[in-house]
């Protein structure tokens, strides 16, 4: 049976920590569905369009790899996809308390697991919000999200 796992977020952007957590993953899914959310409650730079489309761009030559976006809850967009799996990444304690209470509501409700991959300590520091705002204040950011990557 394939094993197949969503990797939900707003990816804006999709930073060098995301293509990290998503390379080693690959080991342990045949499968993964890169979920673009639509969050109304998040103050976005970049299109929700235009992120799923650079992100299939980056991804186009690996068939393991599919991006989609949605809108509805996170659940639901594992089960249309026969998904299993939630794949997070946590990069401190924080998120951890967050994500495991977000594991238990989601697997209560639908029996999907979420698996957790801690951030490599090079990337810990790094957030989609950090790299927005250095991107606000001119500042380069190349160094933080995968090359190939289109961002404004």
Avoid: C
């Amino acid at each position: 049976m394939k094993k197949t796992a969503i990797f939900p977020g707003t990816f804006d952007p999709f930073t060098k920590g995301h293509e990290s957590l998503l390379k080693r993953a690959l080991h342990l899914f045949d499968h993964i569905v890169i979920g673009v959310g639509i969050n109304e409650n998040k103050n976005t730079v970049q299109p929700h369009e235009e992120r799923v489309k650079a992100l299939k761009q980056l991804f186009s030559d690996d068939d393991r790899i599919t991006v989609e976006s949605y809108s509805d809850l996170t659940i639901d967009f594992a089960q249309r996809h026969q998904a299993a799996f939630i794949l997070r990444g946590v990069r401190s304690i924080k998120d951890y308390e967050y994500e495991l209470n977000m594991a238990d509501v989601n697997r209560r409700l639908s029996g999907i697991e979420t698996i957790i991959l801690f951030t490599e300590p090079e990337w810990a520091f790094l957030s989609s919000s950090v790299v927005r705002e250095l991107h606000h204040f001119g500042k380069d950011i190349l160094p933080f999200i995968p090359e190939g990557l289109k961002y404004p």
